[in-house]
């Protein structure tokens, strides 16, 4: 049986631990393509903590760039943050050879796909929602905690043999893959509790979910915010229930506290995905004439912050 | 001549300057009660480096408490911080005998005077808008630039023989002081300002007025929250023209980069003027059923910034 050919592009916490799995059915031949932690992985792999099971993974290849892949993948995986000052058709273009390679983008927020469908017309693009908790805790080194989940579908919609395929392949391991023809509406669920929940964790001085829980100001500002959402998904044609607010407000006072991904990036000095999971979706609600008045605060207010935060740690 | 009797109650910086330079008429006997300078001013008096002319302001007396004020004040003046936690009757009670006394409230925000007014049914208050940059740099040390201006009146509007009987006695100083009839209005006049400038400028991480002037979606922001202050000041009656707007905008743009007061302060540790500017406001608009979001974004933000930072500073 010829391999199934993946190359990882941007292979942080959350690219590492998804294709090492990919990696361990041995039905898969993974290369990685890493910048930072290039000679950790390069001589040691990836050392992966998981409470699926603890495991080292070795990728086939390591290389510093797209360019030096020397073969076609099946699918190139891109996990990198999703920030407005990467080039991402520019990252994984000396890799995309044919249309035979499948991008699989795994990244949060709205309006993502776009710059790559225009760069690879004729690539066909699996957008990816994943629900994981993993860190990169030193270089080649990765901590996974609780269960792992990841939702793909064509963007654009409808059916997908390589959407299937890669769920074939997923079938077995500890991760729970999934194809699914409306990957749209995945992408608007789970932004219907990033979008208040990020930002508001960072905006108010680093709250963890407990802290935004409430019951009072906070916790109404974040349905507030998520009724924005669901006006700004029905003008992109996705219905999302009322009830998915609710069962957010409900996950988040139950769950043991914890802190928001962009939350832990903020504190550590990193870039967030302030355009990712606000700006785009603010641009939608103009183009459809819909008012967000907290979802603009929100947004004038973190891009400032986030600028300025980054200004004093330089 | 029968000299005016002064007392000035939480004598920081500001109340300092304005009571000190009424000392300095000859015409008034201004003594102070001050707590962590206590030291520093029972000896040295206020040393205040103006523009205007620097002067030692030596007061009549010194004390730790009203209670301790051996006499009956004409004025009692009252220029702490509007802080949700600062009793402000059982501050001066000690020294507020008899309806003789006249209350000279200075501080920021809306609905302020609302607890004074109550526990002193029988005693004028003077509201009080201060215009002016002072800061306390030392012990009893304080530097003011710029002009001085003060404008009174009384609470409810009106005239008043206390009030006009103060202007008098500014006069020929360097302070701007005015009794106006509808201090009410100045006091709208003044939070237009500072409820969009100062929350701002704290929850971007510490922006001066030249970053908030961005013409894009900061500046944009303030203005949307002055439109916001308008409906409110309407529903209570007072009219703020919309050209006000644009003029704050203007000013903020071209007057020399500075912090907010509230930046100060929170970047110094101390408790921010939440509720003054914000909550009191944010209660008015829910009182009339007016819709106000974005004022609303910026309480629930930075009532839990707030706290935050002051649980981490501790």
Redesign the interface.
Known sequence: MRLVKVLTVGAGAVGAYFTGRLAQTGKAEVSVVVRSDYDAVKQDGFHIQSECGDFVFHPAGVYRSAEEYPDEPDYLVLSSKALPDIDEPALIRGAVKSPGTTIVLIQNGIGIEEPLAQAFPENEILSTVAYIGATRTAPGVVRQKGSSELKFGRFGGGDSAAGRRLEELYRGTSVKASFVENIAYYRWVKLLWNLPYNP?SV?????DTK?MS?RG??E??CR?LMEEVRLVASSCGVDLPQELVERNIEYTRNFPPYKTSMLVDFEAGRQIEVEAILGNVCRLADRSGISV??M??????L???????RE?SR
């Open positions: 508001v905006l108010g001085g680093g709250l802290e409430d100001p906070v109404n500002l507030e008045p907290r603009k605060t929100c947004y004038a207010l891009a400032a912050l986030d600028r300025k935060h004093k």
